[in-house]
Each structure stands twice: as C-alpha cells, then as structure tokens.
C-alpha cells in the first residue's frame, strides 16, 4: 500500500498542479501531449478513487485525504464527481441484487409444479411407493388419500395390461388359507411371480376381486382387503334368513357412476311357501360407501315371466359372480331353462342374457365357467363327446354384448383335462393336466405350455388383479 501511495503522490501532484494551472489561467500554454497525458492521469486517478469509495472504506478515506490535499474549489469537485460515480454504481448494484432476487424467487416458484401435472406423475407410481411418498409433506398426503387421485390413479392402472394367477396350496374345497395367492404377470409367456399376499383371515374364500379390492367370506362375515396398502374393511352382516338358503351367489363390483363399490348376494331358497309355490329368490346389496345393507330386493326380470309370473329364479351358480360391462354375471335356472342372470350394478336391474341355442346337445357337460375372453363375455364349455374320441372344449364367444344371435363358437380337443383354471387377456387357456400340472394352451395355435410354476398343485382361481389404492382414503374403513 505504500509503494502504490508512492506511485500516487506524482499522480496527486499533478492533479494539483492541473488545478493550479487552471486557476490561473496557464493550462493553455501548456503543450497538447502535455495535456493529454494530465488528463489520463486524472482519469486514473478518479478511476482508482471510484474502485475505493465503492470496494473499501479505508480506501474512500484515502479517496479523501487525497482531495484534501487538493486545494480549493477543485478538490471538492473531484469528490463530488467520485460521490456521484459511486453512488451510481451502488445504485446499478442493488438494482441487480434486486432484479437477481425476483429472479430467483420466480425460480424457487417455477420448480413447483402445477398440480395437474403432479397428479399426473404421482397418479403412474405404484401403491408402494404412494405410501412412503404420503411422508413428503402434508400436500402430498392429502392428495395421495384424496378420492379423486385414488379414481385417477385407478384408472391408469387399468391402462396397464398386467393380469395376475392365483392359486392355493391347500385343496380346492378349503380355497384358502395363509399361503392363498401368488401373482404372476399374463403376458409373460413363464406366467413369472412378481409377488405373493398371504390372506390375513383364516378360513376365509375368494368371493370376487375387482379393482385390486379382494372380497372375503368365511362363516358369514366378509371382509374387503386390499392387500397392496395392507388395508381392509370388515363388512358387517345381519342377515337372518328364516328359511333354509338353496343357493346362495355373491359377487363384488364397481359402480361407475358414482366411483363406489357394491357387493351383491342373491339367495334362493328350498322348499315352498303356504301356496304350495317356489319361494322368489332375493338379493342383498351392500353399498361401501354407505356401510350399510338393503335387503330384500326381488329377483324378478321381466322377460322370464313367460317361464314364472312374477319372473323369479329358483337356482343359481354358487361360483363367484363374474364382473363385466357394469353387470355381475351368473348361470341362473327357471326349472330347466338355464341362463345368464346378469345385474347392473348403477341402475341395480336384474336382466336375462340367453345362452347359445342348444349348445349342450349331443355332449356329456363336464363343467362351464363364464369368463371374459379376449375382452367379450363368453362361456368356457368342457364336455365329452358321444360321437367323438377325447375331450373337446367348447369356447362359445358373445361378439356383440347382449345379442343372442351374436354367440360365435370354437372347438379345441384335449386330453386328460382336471380342471379349468381361466384364461389370460390373450386369450390363453390355463389348464391343469393331469399328470402333467398347470399349462398354457393356446386355442389358436394349439400349442401347450407347461408352466414351471411352483406349489401350484392346488391352482384354484385365477383373474385378472391389479394394483390400486381403493380403501386408502379411509371413509369406513
């Protein structure tokens, strides 16, 4: 610092002597080179004061003293000139700082995103880690649990064509127990596990699945269990039938119109009543979102009144109800006519779907099963033949919903046949064989795949699962 003061006094002096020389009047007879290096040496020397008033204070204080030394009217000026240059400056400064601020503030305020597009990201995560994510603030809980992103959420896991195997270690007749379900995906060719849920309830049967949400039923209680957020809702149940139950048919569904969940129980009942006539079957309806039952409801369709007057069934198929198009699908019996019962579970209408005429003529029925078939309603028919060798399968598909004139049928011969599993959304028949365990079929092809699927002696349901967030929302849970 005291060599650049050294440095500095010549420049002092010179600027001392510019003002002297302006005073008197002798600036003039000084040389133009002269002048022009004065000049720049003042500039240098105002730059540098510049560089100090606004850097340091020790520096502005030499700034100072420098001027001080000026004498008169001159000296002031050069101070004011750097008061003005400095001030200036600071001035740009804060402009800058604060510009920079609004700046950064609009990006801290740009890096959250827009709801619409975080719902959007969240809505395409697994249940998993939607559950660890609800930890990230109370935003994010609220939306995660909020009915609206659980609906969202729903209907991108729809999107996905992922479909799940269950099965069970234990006998078909007991169905269930703590080593239930193993799930697999469909459109792996090996059916690979991806994951396993051991059901929580002991002696309890798979009633229906729709939408992830599992319906459960042992000894007259039910519970929905949805075993992705290890969730479930016991539903209570007060039925008291004074008559013995014939036939007794229950099936889960999902009420579209107003994103609710329905489980529906249709009872037929044995023995006649004081007019010597069959006792009209009934239905219960549960409502989730209501937590409550309404019993009581006739099963009468209209267009079966030319079988009953009051149009009522007499049996009905006790496997679980098949969920399609908005309705629960069952094989139902007026005497010996046989049908599809079918409920709309948004405008709670019982309607009759005719089976293909004849279709059991000429065969010996080993069994039948509704199933969804390449996305159509369709009946899996297993019989023996009278006129042929071998066992055939019959795949009767309803092209057009509703229309009778619409069932189209396949035949597909196979042999050593023990049970019908179901079928993948390719169209793929999974078969246990006997002596050989479960295999793949493809009724196109024909080609037979046997499946290295372990401890799946005992396969006994399969359909289609996905994974969601129903009962995460927690009203009447």
């Known amino acids: 610092m005291a060599a650049k003061a050294s440095g500095q006094g010549n420049q002092i002096e010179l600027n001392v002597g510019v003002v002297s020389c302006r005073r008197s009047g002798d600036v003039a007879t000084a040389s133009v080179e002269e002048k022009n290096t004065l000049e720049s040496r003042e500039d240098l020397a105002r730059g540098e004061a510049t560089q100090a008033v606004i850097l340091t204070k020790p520096r502005r ?22 008061k003005i240059r400095s001030n200036q400056i600071i001035t740009e400064r804060q402009k800058s700082e604060s510009s920079w601020k609004k700046k950064k503030k609009s990006m801290l305020t740009s890096d959250r995103l827009p709801d619409d597009v975080l719902i959007d990201i969240l809505s395409r995560l697994p249940p998993k880690s939607l559950i660890r994510f ?22 991108k896991a729809k999107s996905l064509s992922n479909g799940y195997l269950l099965y069970t270690r234990l006998p078909v007749e007991f169905l269930c127990g703590k080593e239930l379900c193993a799930v697999v995906y469909n459109r792996d060719p090996t059916l690979t596990q991806v994951s396993k849920y051991e059901i929580p309830f002991s002696g309890s049967r798979i009633l229906g699945i729709c939408n992830g949400l599992f319906c459960l039923g042992s000894h007259r209680v039910l519970n929905l269990w949805n075993p992705c957020i290890r969730k479930f809702k016991k539903v209570l149940d007060g039925t008291c039938f004074t008559r013995h139950c014939r036939h007794i048919a229950l099936g889960l569904a999902y009420c579209s119109q ?36 309404r019993k009581g409801i006739g099963i009468s369709v209209d267009s079966l009144n030319r079988f009953e007057p009051n149009g009522s ?85 309803m092209r057009e919903y509703g229309v ?74």
């Not at 000026?70 to 101070?79: F, N, P, Q, T």
């Not at 609800?134 to 209907?155: A, D, E, G, Y």
């Not at 019996?333 to 709670?348: A, C, P, R, T, W």
Request: with cysteine; charged share 25%.
């Open 61 to 82: 204080r030499k700034l100072q003293a420098m001027a001080t030394k000026a004498s008169g009217d001159g000296g002031e000026k050069i101070l004011l000139q750097e």
């Open 134 to 155: 609800r930890c990230v603030s109370k935003s994010w809980s609220s939306t995660i649990t909020n009915p609206f992103f659980i609906t969202t959420h729903l209907n």
């Open 404 to 477: 009778v004139k619409s069932w189209t049928k396949k035949s597909v011969p196979m042999e050593k046949v023990g049970q019908f599993i179901g079928c993948t959304d390719n169209g793929e028949l999974l078969i246990k064989k006997i002596g050989t365990g479960l295999v793949l079929f493809d009724p196109e092809g024909r080609n037979e795949e046997i499946l290295g699927i372990k401890n799946a002696t005992w396969a006994a349901y399969t359909t289609n699962f996905l994974e969601s967030l129903v009962l995460f929302d927690g009203v009447n849970v």
């Open 258 to 293: 107003n994103y609710d969940y329905k489980i529906v129980r249709m009872v037929c009942f044995e023995g006649l009543n004081g007019e010597g006539k069959v006792v009209p079957a009934v239905a219960e309806i549960y409502t989730l979102s209501r937590d409550s039952w």
């Open 313 to 397: 069934i007499d049996r009905i198929d006790e496997s679980p109800c098949m969920f399609f198009n908005g309705a629960l699908h069952s094989i139902a019996y007026i005497g010996n006519y046989k049908f599809i019962l079918s409920f709309d579970v948004n405008d709670e209408t019982f309607r009759e779907i005719m089976l293909p005429n004849d279709y059991l003529n000429g065969v010996h029925l080993q069994f039948e099963k509704l199933v969804v078939f390449k996305g159509s309603l369709s009946l899996i028919v297993f019989v023996q033949a009278e006129d042929e060798e071998g066992d055939v399968f019959h795949i009767w598909v």
